[in-house]
């Protein structure tokens, strides 16, 4: 039994941990397949506020995490398979480690961003491929930046890397974008900005020092081209990490879990959310970390109310 239990060892997952072994509430916390989140495939961080000559993404989880045990928070490894949240203690059943119980539960889980799944393209990650545009974009001034997406995300990300880049293409495999019209309109406006429609990417090209272009296929007359490169940006959306939830919590219409605003406090007492699951908007590590005091401090709270109840209905 445990008094609250962490499921995810991102930004968000750790900063809970750090805030509730300060408390004295021993927290356990269960790191899944990726240790960390998506910061340990990153290389250098320039915008995690504390370190002006920047710091690489595993060694900033890294820190994090020697942070939380050093307070008291404890680590195991393991794969929640299924969650019951019908009734306090909660349960959860992990691979690795069996069934536990919890008094309180805080899910950090992340949320993963979706890949073409075409060669060449996880291999190099961190040398000239990326997923966030705000993460990586000051990475690319004055170079050739390749994004890959039709939707608003991918406009968006379009128009935010223009400030760098000397020249970008924006590839869609469809004849036609799927952003909303402003978005669209916004993209096309912007002098920096080629359209690459119906092209469908096939590989990621890299040399000794990464990423040179993108092969794409031209679907109108079926032959393969060469974009030419530095940099390309995966821009079609992320998966938040929520099917082991069995639909037990609240989401939105594309998975992320519903905090009541203001809170990290989901529709059932006692479980909270932090970071990327429930955060479709920002992604970035510093508001993920943010979320993760919140759910801390909400768990305290919360931890403390229920014994005081507890208490008053047993005199």
Not at 30 to 50: K, S
Not at 173 to 185: F, G, N, P, T, V
Not at 293 to 308: G, H, K, N, Q, S
Request: net charge negative; hydrophobic share 40%.
């Amino acid at each position: 039994m445990y008094k609250t239990v962490i499921i995810g060892t991102g930004p968000s997952g750790l900063t809970a941990a750090i805030y509730l072994a300060r408390a004295n509430l021993n927290p356990l916390v269960i790191e899944g397949q990726e240790p960390g989140g998506q910061l340990t495939t990153t290389t250098e961080v320039e915008n995690f506020p504390g370190f002006p000559d920047g710091i690489m993404g595993p060694e900033l989880m890294s820190n994090m995490r020697k942070q939380a045990e050093r307070f008291g928070a404890q680590f195991k490894s393991g794969w929640v398979n299924h969650v019951d949240f019908s009734k306090r203690p909660f349960k959860l059943s992990v691979e690795g480690l069996g069934e536990i119980e919890a008094e309180s539960v805080i899910i950090s889980t992340g949320a993963s961003a979706k890949y073409l799944g075409i060669p060449g393209e996880r291999d190099n990650v961190g040398r000239g491929v990326s997923t966030c545009a705000t993460c990586d974009g000051f990475f690319f001034r004055g170079k050739k930046i390749i994004v890959v997406g039709g939707g608003d995300s991918a406009m968006e990300e379009a128009n935010y890397l223009t400030r760098f880049a000397s020249e970008l293409v924006l590839v869609h495999r469809r004849s036609e974008l799927r952003a909303s019209k402003i978005m669209q309109d916004r993209a096309r406006a912007n002098e920096k900005i080629r359209m690459a429609l119906d092209r469908t990417p096939l590989e990621v090209v890299a040399g000794e020092r990464g990423v040179t272009g993108l092969k794409v296929r031209n679907n109108e007359t079926g032959q393969e081209e060469f974009i030419e490169a530095d940099g390309v940006f995966v821009a079609i959306g992320h998966t938040p990490n929520t099917a082991f939830l069995g639909g037990q919590l609240t989401t939105d219409d594309h998975g992320y879990l519903l905090v009541t605003p203001g809170t990290t406090e989901t529709n059932i007492p006692g479980v909270f959310a932090c970071g990327d699951v429930q955060d479709s908007r920002y992604r970035q590590a510093i508001s993920a970390a943010g979320t993760g005091c919140m759910a801390a401090l909400d768990c305290e709270r919360f931890l403390e109310t229920a014994e005081a109840e507890a208490a008053a209905h047993a005199l």
